[in-house]
């Protein structure tokens, strides 16, 4: 099963609101933590990532926020759109691997 | 987008028989992964490679067994097939284990009766 614990498990909001996914690893020595979007019938696509040393990271309208003392990282949309509504993951690295939260279905009402 | 490529999209097959799904990546990187999603549950790794013929197992591993003869190609086989293996399998590519980021080709859904 997962080591990433990913809430809310779905997400409703309206146009322009902010939206924010939650996760929570386990292995105090990951250091890499990458967020996909995953639309129907396609694969997960990266869309923002951020590494142990930096404790938010922007692009545009999507943010990353890490706690490395609490071990969790969040993701911020702000002024969403119709077209975020898609699955998001979030990942952590666990060992020789990267664990994968069970994902969030983010709804953006027009 | 990343150059990977999933074999075929689409399959229904019955209990018992073998199925080969195929990935072919362009971008040479040295890892290639197999994962399973099921509703619920995310991704779930179930075998990598690190090389041509370097392969490791994964979380959900057990009935799968895959192949790397080629840098650009990874192979999963199911030897005999369930219905518990019916699901979403997507392959992924990295340029490292757990510090880059993994690309996803588009998936093939399978079905199994």
């Not at chain 2, 192949?67 to 030897?79: P, V």
């Amino acid at each position: 099963g997962e080591n990433v614990e990913q809430h809310p498990s779905t997400l409703s909001v309206q146009e322009g609101d902010s939206a924010v996914i939650k996760c929570t690893y386990s292995d105090s020595a990951s250091n890499y933590f990458p967020w996909y979007k995953q639309e129907l019938g396609k694969g997960p696509q990266l869309i923002i990532d951020i590494r142990s040393n930096v404790g938010e990271k922007k692009d545009q309208r999507i943010a990353v926020t890490l706690n490395k003392t609490a071990k969790h990282f969040s993701l911020h949309i702000t002024e969403t759109q119709p077209e975020d509504s898609a699955v998001y993951f979030c990942a952590a690295p666990r060992g020789n691997d990267m664990r994968f939260g069970a994902g969030t279905r983010l709804t953006v009402k027009p | 987008d990343a150059g990977i490529t999933q074999s075929p999209r689409h399959k229904v097959t019955e209990t018992g028989t073998p199925v080969t799904l195929r990935c072919h990546q362009t971008e040479n990187h040295r890892y290639m992964y197999w994962y399973r999603q099921d509703p619920g549950h995310g991704l779930r790794l179930i075998h990598y490679s690190y090389g041509v013929k370097d392969t490791d197992k994964g979380e959900v591993s057990d009935g799968y067994s895959v192949s790397r003869s080629k840098t650009e190609d990874f192979l999963l086989t199911l030897e005999s097939a369930t219905s518990s293996q019916t699901s979403v399998y997507f392959c992924a590519i990295s340029e490292g284990v757990t510090n880059q980021p993994q690309h996803f080709g588009d998936g093939t859904r399978l079905s199994i009766l």
